[in-house]
């Protein structure tokens, strides 16, 4: 079992930067590949960035692409999305998930299987 907060979440203007942090406790991330997920009101949960349990690999969805960053650091058993040149459209609650190793594309939501509660990011025009 694995337990995942995030946090760092809050209301910003179009332009600034945030940095979410995703805690663990009862197991060490680094045994994990972890992914960044959103969801907007009324819409389906949307894959956002994939980090490789080896910390080397990473991907992302091609609208933040060039504006966000994920990175991890073991020792402190969390994981880090830099959000840079925020925009309205990526107003919406933000989860970090543990990816279930052996399972098809990281892009998946369905291939997660430990979820964080999530934290709301809100960004004004």
């Known amino acids: 079992q694995v337990q995942l907060v995030e946090s760092g979440g809050g209301l910003v203007q179009a332009g600034d930067s945030l940095r979410l942090s995703c805690a663990a406790a009862?197991?060490?991330?680094?045994?994990?590949?972890m992914g960044w997920f959103r969801q907007a009101p009324g819409k389906e949960r949307e894959f956002v960035a994939t980090?490789?349990?080896?910390?080397?690999?990473?991907f992302y969805a091609d609208s933040v692409k060039g504006r966000f960053t994920i990175s991890r650091d073991n020792a402190k058993n969390t994981v880090y999305l830099q959000m840079n040149s925020l925009k309205p459209e990526d107003t919406a609650v933000y989860y970090c998930?543990?990816?279930?190793?052996?399972?098809?594309?990281?892009?998946?939501?369905?291939?997660?299987?430990?979820w964080g509660q999530g934290t709301q990011v809100t960004v004004s025009s």
């Open positions: 009862g197991r060490t991330l680094s045994s994990y590949t």
């Open positions: 980090i490789i349990r080896s910390g080397g690999t990473t």
């Open positions: 998930a543990t990816f279930n190793s052996g399972s098809g594309s990281y892009r998946a939501s369905t291939n997660y299987n430990y």
